[in-house]
């Protein structure tokens, strides 16, 4: 009963370099999503994915990219990582009927970029 | 366009008092509303939602909130504090005409006295 998997848990990166945040879910759901949490901000949204092979944009895409490798998985991709991008993110995913469903989300990736 | 106020960034209760939460939205369409509980190094979970049907919703642990139009507010309140609901709350809104992506608020933390 896996839910919503990221990976890593943690990261640290320089200035500059590249990186890859995975997400899974086996809820079989069609919307995903990528959220970034500052403190004292709440979450913001990086990008969306409303099914396979689609992606829009969110409040914070800059500096980033997505990949809706198939129903169960959506990457988000840093090319040349920033001390901005320090930050916790998370996947989520919700179900059939979004907007009203709930969203699932992961156990969150904290990034530090230094 | 829609956006989340949550009113006090940090709230402190005596164990067995009342808890009351505040989240006022902006939606320019009937809403969606959501609750969700962060504890400590983990992802977000539904506490309860607001989808259109009965206007007091319960959910889980207790809580409840009440959706007011009149007041665009959707508060959240348990009427005895437990020591395990010390945690940071987040108010969301989404709606269909926003492709059912979430905006959250900044966030309550929520600190209960023994």
């Known amino acids: 009963n896996a839910g919503v998997t990221q990976t890593p848990k943690f990261q640290v990166l320089k200035t500059g370099q590249s990186m890859t945040l995975q997400c899974a879910q086996d809820m079989n759901h069609n919307s995903m999503y990528w959220y970034r949490q500052d403190p004292g901000m709440g979450l913001r949204l990086i990008y969306y994915s409303a099914s396979e092979g689609t992606t829009d944009k969110g409040e914070v895409p800059n500096g980033y990219n997505v990949s809706r490798l198939n129903k169960r998985e959506f990457s988000l991709r840093l090319e040349s990582a920033a001390p901005s991008q320090t930050s916790v993110y998370f996947c989520?995913?919700?179900?059939?009927?979004?907007?009203?469903?709930?969203?699932?989300f992961g156990s969150g990736t904290q990034l530090s970029v230094l | 366009a829609q956006s989340v106020t949550q009113l006090g960034s940090h709230v402190s209760v005596s164990e067995g008092a009342l808890v009351l939460l505040r989240c006022n939205y902006s939606s320019s369409v009937p809403p969606y509303l959501f609750w969700y509980v962060q504890y400590p190094n983990q992802g977000l979970q539904l506490l309860l939602k607001y989808t259109s049907a009965a206007t007091l919703v319960k959910g889980i642990n207790g809580f409840e909130a009440e959706f007011k139009k009149s007041e665009t507010s959707f508060h959240l309140t348990k009427p005895s504090a437990h020591m395990s609901d010390a945690a940071e709350y987040f108010c969301a809104v989404t709606s269909p005409s926003n492709a059912g992506k979430s905006t959250f608020g900044d966030g309550t933390t929520l600190t209960v006295k023994p």
């Open positions: 989520a995913s919700s179900g059939p009927t979004a907007p009203n469903e709930k969203l699932f």
